[in-house]
């Protein structure tokens, strides 16, 4: 179904509206608000990604971090162990990220739902313990410290406000690029999978390779999120692969509501923010998030956007 | 005579004006005297969470003792000292998180701490970033090694000090045992802790086999493979830097084993007697090696420590962490004292070759590569005495070795210090 123009309109508005606001933030706030920033737009594009998967192709994948982490740690060594400029380390370690999916996709097709989410796991414990064994190349625990923001092209992106608005370019044109897949022919081939794949293979389509396609794009641009990442931090270590951090994009999904698209970027909002203002008072944030999670999915099983949408129509039908 | 009134509009005159000159009195001069007043704010970044606990959390009381008693003798320079402590839950990527907070969102002026070098290591790049003086607590030679930096500091005894004094130790207490193990955590302490053992006998002319290396993971459960591999090389002393928690469950699953009957000599590099205190009577008889030990020296500064932690917190200050706290907190204050400011350049002049007095002993910051370097390294083997709850040193083993003998010489550690 050939996607409706007035779909189109009002996203194009927002995205225009949502460059400028969020350009023009760190004219108003202060430093410590715009790293908070930079860091909710990468972990929004992390979980974004990892709900192409989730949501729209019903797939639970736990190891999505295998892709995040393997370019995050590939342009962490290319920028501190080659001369290569900034940018051409950072399409490399996509390019990783992107071969790797597509290595690890290939193997896990064959497998669906429990044992493609357990299989995923492995996966990603492969590269946490490659990680943390190979100490000479990688660190090991120690993790790589120090990684320089080098020049972009011609853009110096070193301190925080150059580097938000290179990470902020980067995650708008991303997102910009995964709204168009969702909404393209692609896209719909992906909802219908995830709604009945039996009669989307009798439709003649092969619902393997959509799969496929699916975990490549969530791989790259999982990858796209690692790689703004190390610089952004300053330091990789092998946490960043570990298993209990591929649950975060599909709680931040839970959170924000997984059947839209905008969801996890809602639930990266209010991830972020709880984890810096929580962790201030107690280091058990994870349990008032997980609290917070629980009520969530009992009282609003359709998350925050869910819940937005559902007030939106009946607001419009009121009207009618 | 006609009685003067005053109309309703001269009373708001009188009173309007009367309430902006108070107003300006409650807000705006106070204002002024209250920014020369304003607190100065040292950041600390220590684990006050997961079983690296026991060692973060005595740290931020050795910190506090050391607030009570400078903001009791009126503070530094008239100013109040105000610390704001962060927990970084042994992890780079948190305290990394924690130092910006701490620099950006509490705009402190300096910052100290770190159990584990991992963590303060990953500071490091951010000091030089904010320009912003962090001192650490934790022991890595590399804070004043190659990438040494005029904003970083290491307070107390080194990786390499403690280490090489092990080695030392056991060549002048053991010189019959030649086979020797080594169970280490891995990561940048265990690894650097390791070498430089064996680089203490070296430097010793002491001959020995080295018939096992491991390494266990940081925070292991498990270490049943690790005791049964150290059993089989048949070794006789094993060295460890495993720390704590780590020490604490090593020791006791490696008791069951006959582990302390089988291994003549055992020594540890760190920590030595908060693990005596965490381990009560399953104490072992080992060769320990602490920062910081509160039996040894009996000085006025040592026994007020003392007796202000068993009266705010109970029991005993065992953790080595807690007493390097309180070392910072006492060197960034006599600093900006000498300093006159909280200027970072002038304090860094200031700490620069700065000598104090702290419960451990003297300390002397070397100026050129800015490594603490303490009056004494101090082991001792453990013994029950039946005066403490806990196992102590037996006072007839105490080993000493000059801190400033043992210290790295400025020509191997690589340091060439920029100006900040």
């Given amino acids: 179904m050939p996607p409706k123009p007035q779909n189109f309109k009002n996203p194009i508005i927002w995205f225009f509206v949502s460059l400028v606001v969020l350009w023009a933030a760190p004219l108003f706030l202060p430093t410590f608000y715009i790293y908070l920033i930079t860091e909710i737009l990468i972990v929004s594009l992390f979980a974004v990604s990892t709900n192409v998967l989730l949501g729209f192709t019903g797939l639970l994948s736990f190891g999505q971090v295998a892709f995040f982490g393997s370019s995050a740690y590939a342009v962490s060594l290319l920028i501190k162990g080659t001369s290569l400029p900034f940018a051409a380390s950072f399409f490399l370690s996509v390019g990783i990220s992107t071969l790797a999916a597509l ?18 796991l492995a996966f990603s414990q492969i590269f946490f313990v490659v990680v943390y064994k190979w100490t000479s190349l990688t660190g090991g625990d120690d993790g790589i410290v120090g990684i320089p923001k080098k020049p972009f092209l011609f853009f110096d992106i070193n301190g925080a406000d150059a580097y938000y608005h290179f990470v902020m370019f980067v995650v708008m044109v ?23 794949s039996e009669r989307t293979e009798f439709l003649g389509l092969q619902v393997r390779n959509y799969r496929l396609a699916s975990f490549v794009i969530a791989g790259t641009f999982g990858g796209v999120a690692g790689a703004l990442f190390a610089p952004f931090q300053g330091i990789v270590t092998p946490e960043l692969l570990h298993w209990s951090h591929s649950a975060e994009p599909l709680m931040i999904s839970l959170l924000g509501g997984m059947y839209f698209f905008f969801g996890p970027i809602a639930g990266a909002v209010i991830f972020v923010f709880i984890k810096e203002w929580i962790t201030g008072f107690t280091e058990y944030w994870m349990f008032w998030y997980g609290l917070l999670l629980m009520l969530l999915i009992m009282y609003l099983p359709g998350g925050i956007m869910g819940f937005v949408s559902e007030h939106l129509k009946r607001g419009k039908d009121d009207s009618r | 005579m006609a009685k003067k009134q005053i109309t309703r509009r001269e009373f708001v005159k009188v ?130 090694g190659a ?35 080594g169970i280490n955590p891995d990561y940048v302490f265990g690894h650097e802790s390791w070498d430089f053992f064996k680089k203490g006998m070296q430097e010793k002319k002491h001959q020995v086999q080295i018939v096992k290396e491991s390494f266990s993971p940081f925070g292991c459960q498990d270490y049943k493979p690790y005791i ?193």
């Fill in chain 1, 103 to 120: 290595i690890i996709g290939l193997f896990c097709m064959r497998l669906r739902g429990f044992y493609f989410a357990i299989l995923t």
């Fill in chain 1, 174 to 196: 991303s997102l910009a690029l995964l709204y168009l897949i969702i909404r393209s022919p692609l896209g719909e081939v992906l909802q219908a999978i995830r709604d009945n």
């Fill in chain 2, 15 to 144: 009173v309007g004006s009367g309430a902006l000159v108070a107003g300006a009195a409650t807000f705006g001069v106070p204002t002024l005297l209250r920014a020369a007043n304003k607190p100065i704010k040292f950041g600390q970044l220590n684990t006050t969470s997961g079983i690296m606990a026991s060692q973060g959390v005595p740290g931020m009381r050795g910190a506090q003792i050391a607030q009570d008693i400078i903001n009791q003798a009126g503070g530094i320079m008239g100013r109040k000292l105000e610390l704001v402590q962060e927990d970084d839950q042994v992890k780079p990527s948190v305290g990394v998180r924690k130092f910006r907070k701490l620099v950006l969102e509490d705009k402190v002026d300096f910052v100290f701490g770190t159990n584990s070098s991992g963590v303060g290591l990953a500071c490091v790049p951010l000091a030089n970033e904010f320009k912003k003086i962090f001192i650490s607590t934790s022991m890595s030679d590399k804070y004043t």
């Fill in chain 2, 147 to 181: 990438n040494c930096s005029p904003y970083v500091f290491r307070i107390g005894e080194s990786t390499s000090m403690a280490s090489k004094a092990s080695a030392y130790c056991m060549v002048a207490n053991e010189p019959g045992i030649k086979k020797w193990a």
């Fill in chain 2, 228 to 420: 049964t591999a150290l059993l089989e090389s048949k070794a006789e002393g094993v060295f460890t830097s495993l720390w704590t928690g780590d020490l604490i469950n090593f020791i006791k699953q490696a008791k069951p084993f006959g582990f302390f009957d089988k291994v003549k000599a055992f020594v540890n590099n760190t920590t030595s007697f908060a693990t005596a205190i965490g381990l009560g009577n399953e104490m072992v008889p080992f060769w320990g090696e602490a920062r910081y030990y509160p039996f040894y020296r009996d000085t006025e500064i040592n026994r007020k420590y003392v007796s202000m932690y068993q009266k705010k917190f109970g029991g005993y200050p065992g953790a080595d962490v807690g007493a390097e706290c309180f070392a910072s907190v006492v060197a960034l204050k006599l600093a900006i004292e000498k300093a006159g400011t909280t200027d970072t350049a002038k304090v860094i002049a200031a700490l620069e070759g700065l000598e104090f007095e702290v419960p451990e002993g003297k300390k002397w910051i070397r100026p050129e590569d800015h490594s603490g370097i303490d009056e004494v390294v101090l082991l001792g083997k453990f013994h029950h005495d039946p005066k403490y709850p806990f196992w102590v040193y037996d006072p007839k083993t105490y080993f000493t070795v000059p801190g400033k003998e043992i210290a790295m010489p400025l020509s191997q550690t690589g340091c060439k210090m920029a100006k900040p």
